[in-house]
């Protein structure tokens, strides 16, 4: 796919999110973040997950960009402050920028329902200054405040799931919050790019027969590429998986992360 023009002439912004952990959010938002900007995107990563895998991520692509070390920036958490400092983001490539993830992450379940409103606001804030194509943000388990913050900022939502009924009671639990963030927290475009079967493995029948038949069941909901368990994809957490070496996982797992990569990015293109 070609870079085109910044579509409507704003960033967009999409959410990786389940309420269940180790199910591929941070590597969707990893391969997301490569595809998109080797596409000649501007990409603002955020990570609003206290674990910070998605910041390692970045942190070392910023070294092996060869780039000295940073003061202080910009952090995710900084988003959720009714006055955030006035600093720098921290860049980690030409056209990719990272709003890390920090401990003080912890402590925004604490403001409570105050928190609204405020990424929305600051967003729009970095988005004026930077020209973002694109922003890709991970969350881990978030509480409810905060969940109902960011689902109010951003445009667009990717569940990952796999074939556990807590990963799908999940998908069903997003889909409500999002109906929420539409009608009663004012952001009524948030679009759903819809569920993403992950971490599927390919020798259990039971899992595979299982997609197929929530794709039946839930129709569009259902994103149409999977993403299975391939080691390659597991290895390759600070390159893309198409850089991986040779070999028959690698050549699966970067043709279907390339799918999934593609088929969220024409989506959100197209709104």
Same mark, same amino acid.
């Given at each position: 796919m070609a870079k085109q023009s910044r579509a409507n002439g704003y960033m967009k912004k999409q959410l990786v999110v389940n309420q269940k952990g180790g199910i591929g959010k941070t590597t969707l938002c990893r391969q997301q973040t490569f595809y998109t900007h080797e596409l000649g995107y501007r990409v603002l990563a955020a990570d609003l997950d206290p674990q910070g895998n998605f910041t390692r991520t970045m942190l070392q692509v910023r070294e092996r960009n060869g780039l000295p070390p940073a003061g202080e920036v910009m952090t995710a958490a900084h988003l959720f402050m009714e006055t955030p400092p006035d600093l720098p983001l921290l860049w980690c490539d030409d056209g990719l920028a990272l709003l890390p993830s920090t401990p003080e992450l912890l402590d925004i379940p604490t403001l409570g329902l105050q928190v609204i409103g405020r990424p929305r606001k600051i967003l729009e804030h970095i988005?004026?200054?930077? +020209?973002?194509?694109? @922003? *890709?943000?991970? *969350? !881990?388990? /978030?509480?409810?405040? @905060? @969940?109902?913050? *960011?689902? +109010? /900022?951003?445009?667009?939502?990717?569940?990952?799931?796999?074939?556990? +009924?807590?990963? *799908?009671? !999940?998908l069903h639990t997003l889909m409500h919050d999002i109906r929420e963030a539409q009608t009663v927290l004012g952001n009524p475009t948030l679009k759903m790019l819809g569920g993403l079967a992950s971490l599927i493995n390919t020798d259990r029948v039971f899992e595979v027969r299982s997609v197929e038949e929530l794709k039946q069941a839930m129709g569009d909901i259902i994103i149409p590429p999977v993403l299975y368990d391939r080691a390659a994809t597991k290895y390759a957490k600070d390159y893309p998986v198409w850089q991986s070496s040779k070999g028959i996982s690698k050549s699966k797992a970067a043709t279907e992360m390339r799918n999934v990569c593609e088929y969220l990015l024409t989506r959100m293109m197209e709104q």
């Amino acid at each position: 796919m070609a870079k085109q023009s910044r579509a409507n002439g704003y960033m967009k912004k999409q959410l990786v999110v389940n309420q269940k952990g180790g199910i591929g959010k941070t590597t969707l938002c990893r391969q997301q973040t490569f595809y998109t900007h080797e596409l000649g995107y501007r990409v603002l990563a955020a990570d609003l997950d206290p674990q910070g895998n998605f910041t390692r991520t970045m942190l070392q692509v910023r070294e092996r960009n060869g780039l000295p070390p940073a003061g202080e920036v910009m952090t995710a958490a900084h988003l959720f402050m009714e006055t955030p400092p006035d600093l720098p983001l921290l860049w980690c490539d030409d056209g990719l920028a990272l709003l890390p993830s920090t401990p003080e992450l912890l402590d925004i379940p604490t403001l409570g329902l105050q928190v609204i409103g405020r990424p929305r606001k600051i967003l729009e804030h970095i988005e004026s200054r930077n +020209q973002f194509d694109f @922003m *890709i943000t991970d *969350i !881990g388990p /978030a509480r409810l405040a @905060m @969940m109902k913050a *960011i689902l +109010q /900022a951003v445009d667009f939502v990717v569940c990952p799931f796999d074939i556990d +009924q807590d990963a *799908i009671d !999940g998908l069903h639990t997003l889909m409500h919050d999002i109906r929420e963030a539409q009608t009663v927290l004012g952001n009524p475009t948030l679009k759903m790019l819809g569920g993403l079967a992950s971490l599927i493995n390919t020798d259990r029948v039971f899992e595979v027969r299982s997609v197929e038949e929530l794709k039946q069941a839930m129709g569009d909901i259902i994103i149409p590429p999977v993403l299975y368990d391939r080691a390659a994809t597991k290895y390759a957490k600070d390159y893309p998986v198409w850089q991986s070496s040779k070999g028959i996982s690698k050549s699966k797992a970067a043709t279907e992360m390339r799918n999934v990569c593609e088929y969220l990015l024409t989506r959100m293109m197209e709104q």
